[in-house]
Every structure is written in structure tokens, then in C-alpha cells.
T-cell receptor, first 115, second 113 residues
Framework: AQSVAQPEDQVNVAEGNPLTVKCTYS??????LFWYVQYPNRGLQFLLK??????LVKGSYGFEAEFNKSQTSFHLKKPSALVSDSALYFC?????????????FGKGTRLHILP | SQTIHQWPATLVQPVGSPLSLECTVE??????LYWYRQAAGRGLQLLFY??????ISSEVPQNLSASRPQDRQFILSSKKLLLSDSGFYLC????????????FGPGTRLTVL
């Protein structure tokens, strides 16, 4: 069965510094990987996804993520953090290519950007 | 473009009262539809998903139910709410292929007193 882990409940980064939010996954086949962001009292917003191809995926708001098959990781990164990046971030995985398949979400990592 | 709506945005209900939350999607046809619950601002729990009208799969046995009376309408219901039903309810849709992204609605904050 597929699973995804976000080992950090919270990450604190100073504004202007690079940020990394970690995600590892476990699947039986090839993973489809996603990152979402959630601002307070809002729905989740899609940031980026990896399906195949280039291991470095670029997404919205300057975020990118690197797929590492050997380490089964899909860490979210941004070169220079903004205070407005403070939010809850979810990693998600899917590995069953059926029409009724589901995405499994991690527990979320709360990112605090300190001014 | 596609949009997803949820209402109401917030709801306060007494224990034992019924519940009906509605989700509609515009700008697409035959989407996959999903209901999630988020407790305490953290992880998402998939409650129900649907790949077509009248086709509902339940992920967690509880006092909630879901229905899909129309292609782009997904309803979450309960006959008698429990305190533990409080949470943030999110509806999502996807085009229906394995590589497709799920897109979320704005959510409904339910408080059961």
C-alpha cells in the first residue's frame, strides 16, 4: 500500500533564506507525487506534481521539488523564503493508475517564515 | 475554466441534528469527486469518493453518508450529528485519470455543540 511521510511537524526559516520541506514516500509501482499548500481556513491549493521526466519540478510561487527515486523522497524547496510562504504544506502520493484511485496525503508540515 | 463551490462556508449545529453539505463543480464533466475531513488543522481523512453518478465509495465507516445526484454535485449528509463530526470539510474534484491533480474547494467549517 502507498504511504507518505512528512517527518517535520514544523519548520522555521528566516525570511530570505532557502527553505526545504521534507517528504518521503512508499509505493509498489511508480509514484505520482504532489505538493499542496493550505492557508488558514482555506482549501488546499495545488503547487506542483511529478509524474515522469525531469527530476526537478517547478511549480507555483517559486517553489520546486526534487524527485529522488533512490531515497524515495520528494522534498519541496524554495531559494528565498517570503513571510507570505507561511502556511501548512502537504505532500501526497498515488501509485495505482485506476480511474477510482486515490491520493494519500501526508500529515502536513507547518512552515513559519520569520521576518 | 473549472471552479468548485462548497456551501455553507461555516455551520454550527447541535448534537443529534441532521447535516447536509453541498459541493458543485463547474466547467467540466464526469469528474471524480471526493469528500475529506480535516481535524485540528492537520491531516486529511478521505471520507468518500465518487467516479460517477450514484457511484459512492466509503473509506471510513461512520455516521456520515454521501450522494451524487447529478454529475457535478456531491452531497455529504448525516441523520444525527456527533460532537466528533466537528471539523473542516473539504470537497475536491479531479478529471479522472491517474496522473491528474485533485483540486479543492474552499471548505466548510462545521462545529457541533
Amino acid at each position: 500500500a502507498q504511504s507518505v511521510a512528512q517527518p517535520e511537524d514544523q519548520v522555521n526559516v528566516a525570511e530570505g533564506n532557502p527553505l526545504t520541506v521534507k517528504c518521503t514516500y512508499s509505493v509498489s509501482g511508480n509514484p505520482y507525487l504532489f505538493w499542496y499548500v493550505q492557508y488558514p481556513n482555506r482549501g488546499l491549493q495545488f503547487l506542483l506534481k511529478y509524474i515522469t521526466g525531469d527530476n526537478l519540478v517547478k511549480g507555483s510561487y517559486g517553489f520546486e521539488a526534487e524527485f529522488n527515486k533512490s531515497q524515495t523522497s520528494f522534498h519541496l524547496k524554495k531559494p528565498s523564503a517570503l513571510v507570505s510562504d507561511s502556511a501548512l504544506y502537504f505532500c501526497a502520493v498515488r501509485d495505482i493508475p485506476n480511474r477510482d484511485d486515490k491520493i494519500i496525503f501526508g500529515k502536513g508540515t507547518r512552515l513559519h517564515i520569520l521576518p | 475554466s473549472q471552479t468548485i463551490h462548497q456551501w455553507p462556508a461555516t455551520l454550527v449545529q447541535p448534537v443529534g441534528s441532521p447535516l447536509s453539505l453541498e459541493c458543485t463543480v463547474e466547467g467540466t464533466s464526469n469528474p471524480n469527486l471526493y469528500w475529506y475531513r480535516q481535524a485540528a488543522g492537520r491531516g486529511l481523512q478521505l471520507l468518500f469518493y465518487s467516479v460517477g453518478i450514484g457511484q459512492i465509495s466509503s473509506e471510513v465507516p461512520q455516521n456520515l453518508s454521501a450522494s451524487r445526484p447529478q454529475d457535478r454535485q456531491f452531497i455529504l449528509s448525516s441523520k444525527k450529528l456527533l460532537l466528533s463530526d466537528s471539523g473542516f470539510y473539504l470537497c475536491a474534484w479531479s478529471p479522472g485519470t491517474s496522473t491528474d491533480t485533485q483540486y479543492f474547494g474552499p471548505g466548510t467549517r462545521l462545529t457541533v455543540l
